[in-house]
């Protein structure tokens, strides 16, 4: 079974940057797709970024130019590094991954409380 674990979230002050991490169990060449979303209390969770392989990017148009997601193939590894941080970013963040035969794995969640 393929895991997904995140880190890297915490309490943060609005403007300030974090970086989350999302280590894969398995070769994340194995993902078409790995994917951020995040889950504000009460609310739907939303995609925040996704990078597929070989493609472009795709955020929210709530992130653009503040977020920026990445991978690494050879660490098995997604990151979500955000800058520019707003109270309404506070949310619980999950990494996604769907791999080319379209099963679907998701991380944990990490938790980013943006405050003063």
């Known amino acids: 079974q393929v895991q997904l674990v995140e880190s890297g979230g915490g309490l943060v002050q609005p403007g300030r940057s974090l970086r989350f991490t999302c280590a894969a169990s398995a070769s994340t060449s194995s993902f078409y797709a790995m994917v951020w979303y995040r889950q504000a209390p009460g609310k739907q969770r939303d995609l925040v970024a996704m990078?597929?392989?070989?493609?472009?990017?795709v955020y929210a148009d709530s992130v653009k130019d503040r977020f920026t997601i990445s991978r690494d193939n050879g660490k098995n590894t997604a990151y979500l590094q955000m800058n520019s941080l707003k109270p309404e970013d506070t949310a619980v963040y999950y990494c996604?991954?769907?791999?080319?035969?379209?099963?679907?794995?998701w991380g944990q969640g990490t938790q980013v409380t943006v405050s003063s």
């Open positions: 990078k597929p392989a070989g493609g472009s990017p």
């Open positions: 996604y991954a769907k791999n080319w035969e379209g099963t679907t794995y």
